[in-house]
């Protein structure tokens, strides 16, 4: 992901992809179900209240499977569910999976000279967008929200001098959809279908307004899209930014600062989630010593949301994994989910 040729040969590979993806369904080179890695992992993660699985590798589908909601699944249905598309996959809000998607148009809003991520927040909201004192306030960066380290409560009032400790706080995360549409001056909806879902094929995700059950999460707009279209956005990241007709949506630099791992969790970025860390700290403030994902590869990036919305995107393996669902009945879903990958996808 680092070096100009492996962006270049992943262009390659997210054109394949697309036209792979388009045709819904699995082409050459496709796993053999009936092979017993494959059958203990699709067996997995059904079994972990899966709805869609995708793996793609060399851009291509390699595995595909969408499984029905249980007549059970009330609540998920009447919160997180949609429509289902021509092939039999859920539109479902991926939770906080958002943010990752959010962390692509901030870095087209950098390159674009709309946004500086060195300015605090109020140069773009105004002063009193939070409940902090207006000198704390001032100090808190654009950067420093991304990183989940604005030093806030949920509720936004002070806790930490801002870029000190870090803290998984939706809430203050949402006001960066309100500075990418106060810098253009163009609502969230058409800055994500010119920026991003247009150019990169993305015809299932929109913005919609959650339902009044989830109004207490702090984020009233969800991001709603298929495994499909989560499938072409990885492979956009794989791609380096770059679209199947070798469209730059985000230069090179933009494009790594995404990744550059927060001072206060190695293992998160702009964003975005990041293994190969010496620690990671999860929300609600857990720390754990060692790599976000023990069994998944160093340079794994990943887009993750509530219920186990889980986007992976592996530069070494050349693959993009997406999960979508209720949540799963592990735990450690992560890990257990990379033991049964790891040996299908050597």
């Known amino acids: 992901m680092k070096r100009l040729p492996m962006i270049l040969a992943a262009a390659l590979v997210l054109a394949m992809g697309s036209q792979a993806l388009a045709q819904g369904g699995p082409v050459a080179g496709a796993l053999d179900r009936q092979s017993a890695a494959v059958q203990s992992l699709l067996g997995y993660v059904q079994a972990q209240n899966t709805t869609g699985f995708l793996i793609l590798k060399g851009g291509r589908i390699i595995l595909e499977q969408n499984w029905p909601l249980p007549n059970d699944a009330v609540q998920f249905r009447h919160t997180m569910a949609y429509e289902t598309t021509a092939e039999g996959a859920l539109l479902e809000d991926v939770a906080s999976q958002q943010k990752s998607f959010v962390s692509f148009l901030v870095a087209v809003a950098v390159d674009k000279g709309l946004i500086d991520v060195e300015?605090?927040?109020?140069?773009?909201?105004?002063?009193?967008?939070?409940?902090?004192?207006?000198?704390?306030?001032?100090?808190?960066?654009?950067?420093?929200?991304?990183?989940?380290?604005?030093?806030?409560?949920?509720?936004?009032?002070?806790?930490?001098?801002?870029?000190?400790?870090?803290?998984?706080?939706?809430?203050?995360?949402?006001?960066?959809?309100?500075?990418?549409?106060?810098?253009?001056?163009?609502?969230?909806?058409?800055?994500?279908?010119?920026?991003?879902?247009?150019?990169?094929?993305?015809?299932?995700?929109?913005?919609?307004?959650?339902?009044?059950?989830?109004?207490?999460?702090?984020?009233?707009?969800?991001?709603?899209?298929?495994?499909?279209?989560?499938?072409?956005?990885?492979?956009?990241?794989?791609?380096?930014?770059?679209?199947?007709?070798?469209?730059?949506?985000?230069?090179?630099?933009?494009?790594?600062?995404?990744?550059?791992?927060?001072?206060?969790?190695?293992?998160?970025?702009?964003?975005?989630?990041?293994?190969?860390?010496?620690?990671?700290?999860?929300?609600?403030?857990?720390?754990?010593?060692?790599?976000?994902?023990?069994?998944?590869?160093?340079?794994?990036?990943?887009?993750?949301?509530?219920l186990d919305r889980k986007i992976y995107v592996v530069p070494s393996l050349n693959v993009v994994v997406v999960r979508m669902g209720q949540g799963a009945a592990d735990k450690d879903f992560d890990q257990q989910l990379w033991l049964r990958l790891s040996p299908v996808l050597e």
């Open 119 to 306: 300015k605090p927040v109020s140069a773009y909201l105004g002063a009193g967008w939070s409940k902090a004192a207006p000198e704390q306030e001032a100090r808190i960066r654009v950067l420093d929200v991304l990183n989940m380290s604005s030093g806030l409560t949920e509720q936004f009032t002070y806790a930490a001098p801002s870029g000190t400790r870090f803290f998984y706080n939706t809430p203050v995360y949402a006001i960066t959809k309100k500075i990418l549409a106060a810098a253009a001056h163009r609502s969230l909806e058409d800055i994500t279908r010119d920026w991003l879902t247009a150019p990169a094929g993305m015809k299932d995700t929109t913005w919609r307004k959650r339902p009044a059950a989830m109004a207490d999460v702090g984020n009233p707009t969800g991001l709603v899209t298929s495994p499909g279209d989560a499938g072409r956005f990885g492979l956009l990241i794989l791609a380096g930014g770059v679209t199947p007709d070798g469209r730059r949506l985000v230069s090179e630099a933009s494009f790594k600062a995404m990744f550059a791992r927060a001072a206060t969790n190695p293992s998160y970025g702009r964003l975005w989630w990041l293994n190969g860390g010496a620690y990671a700290i999860r929300p609600l403030d857990r720390r754990v010593d060692g790599p976000l994902i023990p069994a998944a590869p160093a340079d794994l990036i990943a887009a993750l949301g509530a």
